[in-house]
């Protein structure tokens, strides 16, 4: 038997989004610090179920 994250890249697309609106509740975003720039994937919090 395999576990999740180790057959995550062989799931569809479809079966992963139906396990993620299963578990996951929200993402939280915090604000950034200054204007502009890219995207800063620290500031993501996952809110699981």
């Known amino acids: 038997m395999t576990s999740a994250p ?3 890249p062989d799931l569809m ?3 992963k989004r ?3 609106s299963t ?3 929200a993402v939280m975003v915090r604000p ?3 204007k502009g ?3 800063d ?3 993501a919090e996952a809110v699981w179920r």
């Open 32 to 34: 950034s610090q200054a």
């Open 6 to 8: 180790e057959s995550w």
């Open 23 to 25: 578990y996951l509740s």
């Open 18 to 20: 139906e396990i993620v």
């Open 13 to 15: 697309t479809s079966q």
């Open 37 to 39: 720039g890219p995207f």
């Open 41 to 43: 994937p620290e500031r």
